[in-house]
């Protein structure tokens, strides 16, 4: 069993950063791939980022690329998504989740675990 908290949502302005953490009680944390996706009112769960299980391989959908990056620290169980030039579309409930294998998934279906979620607000 895996356990997520994810912390560090808040509101934020347009063009400013915030970093998110991902706690997991596991373990084997470091067996795990993990994932990042955020849930807009009215809209489908949407991948944001995705990370192996030693952290060698990321993968972001084009919306977040070059302004997302996801880590983690299999010392301390943790995972975190750094994100820059926040825009207003952002806004978002954001997730981290789990998934029993080693290489990056990126269906919300393929995930294991999922965390309560943190609202991330970016005001214009």
């Known amino acids: 069993q895996v356990q997520l908290v994810e912390s560090g949502g808040g509101l934020v302005q347009a063009g400013a950063s915030l970093r998110l953490s991902c706690a997991a009680t596991?373990?084997?944390?470091?067996?795990?791939?993990m994932g990042w996706f955020r849930q807009a009112p009215g809209k489908e769960r949407e991948f944001v980022a995705g990370?192996?299980?030693?952290?060698?391989?990321?993968y972001y959908p084009d919306s977040v690329k070059g302004r997302f990056a996801i880590s983690r620290d299999n010392a301390k169980n943790t995972v975190y998504l750094q994100m820059n030039s926040l825009k207003p579309e952002d806004t978002a409930v954001y997730f981290c989740?789990?998934?029993?294998?080693?290489?990056?998934?990126?269906?919300?279906?393929?995930?294991?675990?999922w965390g309560q979620g943190t609202q991330v607000t970016v005001a214009s």
């Open positions: 990370i192996s299980w030693n952290g060698g391989d990321t």
């Open positions: 596991a373990r084997t944390f470091s067996s795990y791939a």
């Open positions: 989740a789990a998934v029993n294998q080693g290489v990056i998934a990126t269906l919300a279906w393929e995930y294991d675990y």
